[in-house]
């Protein structure tokens, strides 16, 4: 069975305070993670990607396979950073967690 | 290019009725998914199409059925409504299947049951 858990529902902090967004996965296979953000009023987007080891706005997530964690973090939160985080995970298709809202108070 | 279109945005229906939403994907994108938002379930995947057929499906009952046209507009339907069938139905769009390209989202169809 494929499950992502994102155990925050709402998560608060200052700006310029470190953020992070805890992932967690259960998969038998190996799996590919990604992170979704979806700001006030705008789409769900693709934020970034486990394969492209990537940092965008400053987000980066590691994945960590003996904790079957995904964890998004940045080091300085902007208040543009404040919107819904998914974790995703890719084995048969798409798992979402439930979402982490962010929320980083000036 | 112009995003991922749904219609209709809104939509109220009634118990045991049927409904049909739309998804019109980026021009060149040939590959579908729709997913069901819910405030108690989250984001869950329906079903994923890619040059007219059905490449994965969800976890949903037979209720919920979909295809893709020719030129890669998609369809879902509902039949036989049930309250609990009220959600935002989201499509994504992208090039082609699985994990390596990125997913387009749409806006979403608000779906209500009475």
């Known amino acids: 069975a494929q499950r992502v858990t994102q155990p925050e529902k709402l998560l608060s902090v200052f700006k310029g305070a470190p953020v992070e967004l805890k992932c967690n996965y259960s998969?038998?296979?190996?799996?590919?993670l990604f992170w979704y953000v979806q700001y006030s009023r705008q789409r769900l987007q693709l934020l970034l990607r486990?394969?492209s080891r990537e940092s965008i706005k400053g987000f980066t997530a590691d994945l960590n396979k003996g904790e079957t964690s995904f964890h998004l973090k940045k080091p300085f939160a902007q208040e543009e950073d404040s919107a819904m985080y998914y974790c995703?995970?890719?084995?048969?298709?798409?798992?979402f967690g439930p979402g982490t809202r962010l929320s980083v108070l000036p | 290019k112009a995003g991922v279109t749904q219609t209709p945005r809104y939509l109220i229906k009634t118990r045991g009725q049927q409904v049909t939403l739309s998804c019109s994907p980026i021009?060149?994108?040939?590959?579908v998914s729709w997913y069901q938002q819910t405030p108690g379930q989250g984001l869950q995947f329906l079903f994923e199409?890619?040059?007219?057929?059905?490449?994965n499906k969800g976890n949903f009952p037979g209720r919920f059925s979909g295809r893709q046209f020719s030129n890669s507009r998609s369809e879902m339907n509902v039949s036989t409504l049930e309250l609990g069938d009220s959600a935002l139905y989201l499509c994504?769009?992208?090039?082609?299947?699985?994990?390596?390209?990125?997913?387009?989202f749409g806006p979403g169809t608000r779906l209500t049951v009475l």
């Open positions: 994504a769009s992208s090039l082609v299947a699985g994990y390596h390209n990125e997913q387009f």
């Open positions: 021009s060149g994108h040939r590959s």
């Open positions: 998969y038998s296979g190996s799996p590919e």
């Open positions: 995703a995970l890719y084995g048969q298709n798409f798992v």
């Open positions: 486990h394969i």
């Open positions: 199409y890619f040059s007219e057929t059905q490449r």
